[in-house]
């Protein structure tokens, strides 16, 4: 393990990317990675990191994973024409969850485009850590928009690191199943995909401990199905044992960690109890073993908290000690009244009791145990890199910092989009009628599995078929 060793870490994010706006009443808030920025910004953390502005990822990278179809009815669709596409809305299922905004296809370019971007950085060598909080959009299918994702970076994202990596480990903490990347991969051993998640009678009603892969790609999906209320101790139960079990067997050459925030504990839309820092202590866990790490973000929907959050797990991958009383920032306000990077967990009842704690560690270490050695993966031609990146552009991190009525020097321009002024949609008391899955009839366009580990809904070959 490398612990103590100093690394070389990357960070993506473009200034416009606070902008984009779901509407007034939906909880996804991109300004969310905006208030982060400023939070690296005022605790100092820019000058450790290497900063990019990612280059936006183009059509032909998308359709690697999408299909043509989609990605072309994405670009297309807009506020103003969508009336004219009911039919196409309810294929892709583009709507409530989902619904078409300003900038729509602008944005999945964007957040796709550092996931990418943070790929090839690895996959050069250049980077031992790459950030991008934009990115880790799970749910996106190959033809079909779920859970406020519409473009999947991470299955984007991968597969570039599969050009140079043989085995690549995902690893996913968000509150909600992976089920877009778990779905992706189900059917090769070249990726392992591991998703700790609410599990039950919630979004997206899959990530049974039951789904295990399919054919090449069996006992390479590992589900970890937790129940409200699980606290910083039964959580690290789970993951360091499980996650030391992965390393051993599997023995990844690179790492994606979609660090989704909506497991903390305070969540909008979530029903966890972890602090920050036991979110943030899975992270820290993972980068001891001294892999190249791609680190996305993800759900998080008390936006104040996501902010505190990243920001704190961006100090962990520098090894910088963040002080609990915030700085001076741009959004202060969100953070009142107590203006602190750490909050304390709540005191709801932890429904996984020891027994089924115990019982699911179990089972998984019993399935990780039947891994076969290693897979030997034989390399041949290694395809060319996705977005030519200029390595000696680097922008002033200065230049990234972003006003308060827009952020980037087109805010202004833009219409329908958010000031970053607090709205009553903000308030973490209001729940949403979003994740509530039932269990007879999934809803959100989420098929349940057959026997043979594709979704109803699957039209095409899974991602590494190509």
Not at 280 to 285: G, M
Not at 338 to 363: C, G, W
Not at 364 to 383: G, R, T
Request: aromatic share 10%.
């Amino acid at each position: 393990m490398e612990q103590n060793k100093k690394k070389k870490v990357a960070y993506f994010y473009d200034p416009e990317v606070g902008n984009y706006y779901y509407g007034q009443t939906h909880p996804m808030k991109p300004h969310r990675i905006r208030m982060t920025h400023n939070l690296l910004l005022n605790y100092g953390l820019y000058k450790h990191l290497e900063i990019y502005r990612p280059e936006p990822a183009r059509d032909d990278e998308l359709t690697r994973f999408h299909s043509d179809e989609y990605i072309e009815f994405l670009r297309l669709i807009t506020p103003d024409n969508q009336h004219e596409h009911l039919r196409q809305l309810k294929r892709y299922n583009v709507g409530e969850d989902c619904p078409v905004f300003d900038g729509l296809y602008q944005f999945c370019k964007c957040y796709t485009g550092g996931s990418i971007g943070g790929a090839v950085k690895l996959n050069k060598g250049q980077n031992d850590v790459v950030i991008n909080w934009a990115g880790g959009l799970h749910h996106a299918k190959r033809s079909e928009a779920s859970g406020f994702c519409y473009v999947n970076d991470i299955v984007l994202a991968i597969l570039e690191l599969a050009k140079y990596h043989r085995r690549v480990l995902y690893i996913d903490i968000d509150i909600h199943h992976g089920d877009g990347v778990e779905e992706a991969f189900y059917t090769t051993d070249r990726v392992m995909t591991v998703s700790f998640h609410k599990f039950g009678d919630y979004f997206p009603g899959t990530g049974s401990i039951e789904d295990i892969g399919y054919d090449k790609g069996k006992l390479y999906s590992l589900n970890v199905p937790l129940q409200d209320g699980i606290d910083d101790e039964n959580y690290e139960q789970l993951f360091k044992p499980i996650m030391t079990k992965v390393m051993e067997r599997y023995d990844p050459d690179a790492i994606v960690f979609q660090s989704g925030a909506d497991s903390l504990s305070g969540d909008r839309l979530g029903c966890f109890n972890l602090s920050i820092k036991g979110h943030a202590e899975c992270l820290k866990f993972m980068t001891t073993f001294g892999k190249p790490m791609l680190v996305l973000g993800g759900g998080g929907y008390t936006i104040r908290n996501v902010a505190r959050c990243w920001a704190y797990e961006t100090g962990c991958l520098l090894n910088a000690d963040l002080a609990d009383d915030l700085p001076p920032n741009d959004y202060i306000e969100y953070f009142g009244p107590e203006y602190r990077l750490h909050f304390t967990p709540s005191n709801m009842e932890n429904q996984n009791a020891k027994e089924y704690v115990d019982k699911i560690r179990a089972k998984i270490l019993q399935n990780l145990e039947k891994i076969p050695p290693v897979p030997n993966v034989p390399f041949h031609n290694v395809p060319e890199d996705a977005l030519n990146m200029d390595d000696n552009e680097r922008p002033d991190p200065e230049l990234l910092d972003d006003d308060a009525k827009g952020g980037g020097e087109h805010g202004k321009d833009k219409k329908k989009l958010w000031d970053g002024e607090l709205d009553a949609s903000d308030d973490e008391d209001e729940k949403p009628n979003r994740n509530i899955s039932d269990a007879s009839e999934p809803t959100n366009g989420v098929a349940a599995k057959k026997e043979n580990g594709k979704s109803e809904k699957d039209d095409g070959p899974t991602a590494m078929d190509e």
